[in-house]
């Protein structure tokens, strides 16, 4: 059965690929496995229908053979464990690759998150200020600095190319343009590696061509 994923109908990323669907449509391509994208408005994510199948109200969402998921570690995990390609063939080297999934989730993504969201969220409380937008650089620095240090000389995290690098590249990603990640020479490569895979390519023309179809709508 072709699973089918839900995405934004008109993505606020602005067809850069920051869309939660993202790193889903790249585990597919990896996979190779066909998808069906059903398209969402802002309106319809918070409908019941919606809401049945991801009670946040976000996207995506996940569905095959009576199954349905959401959240994108998830969903990528789930990918993962079902095709090959994703995750390594030993024990202890599949282990070390969902570990880097659940590091790029929670440990590297939340300060790069809280910095983009207190820059248009928070601009214009009283408690905003230039040094709120500094010190949260400064986390962002000190995660990159750790990450740089274990990323090394490594073409990957841990070996060969695995979901855990895909969702790593894809939360590093967010941080293009910020002159943050240009800082480590080798983290900056890394992602270049990431974007410069063939299923990633694809991935990143399939979320841009629903967005792109939306502004010729307009």
Avoid at 3 to 19: K, L, N
Avoid at 63 to 88: K, Q, T, Y
Avoid at 106 to 112: D, G, R
């Amino acid at each position: 059965m072709i699973p089918t994923i839900t995405v934004f109908e008109r993505s606020p990323d602005g067809g850069s690929g920051h869309a939660r669907d993202m790193p889903v449509r790249w585990a597919l391509e990896e996979a190779g496995q066909p998808y069906h994208a059903r398209l969402v408005s802002f309106r319809g994510l918070k409908e019941p229908a919606h809401r049945r199948l991801q009670p946040f109200g976000q996207i995506p969402t996940y569905e095959e053979d009576g199954l349905v998921l959401f959240e994108s570690g998830a969903i990528v995990l789930h990918i993962a464990e079902r095709h090959a390609g994703l995750l390594p063939g030993g024990e202890h080297g599949r282990a070390r690759a969902i570990m880097w999934i659940f590091a790029a989730l929670n440990t590297v993504e939340p300060p790069i998150v809280e910095h983009e969201q207190a820059s248009y969220v928070e601009h214009g409380q009283p408690w905003f200020c230039e040094e709120r937008l500094s010190f949260l650089r400064d986390r962002i620095r000190v995660r990159l600095a750790q990450l740089s240090c274990r990323l090394g000389d490594g073409g990957w995290l841990d070996g060969a190319f695995s979901a855990g690098d895909l969702m790593m590249v894809t939360v590093l990603r967010r941080l293009n343009g910020s002159g943050l990640l240009e800082d480590h020479p080798n983290l900056a490569a890394y992602v270049a590696r990431g974007e410069a895979r063939p299923a990633f390519r694809r991935a990143f023309e399939a979320q841009r061509a629903v967005f792109l179809a939306s502004s010729a709508g307009e």
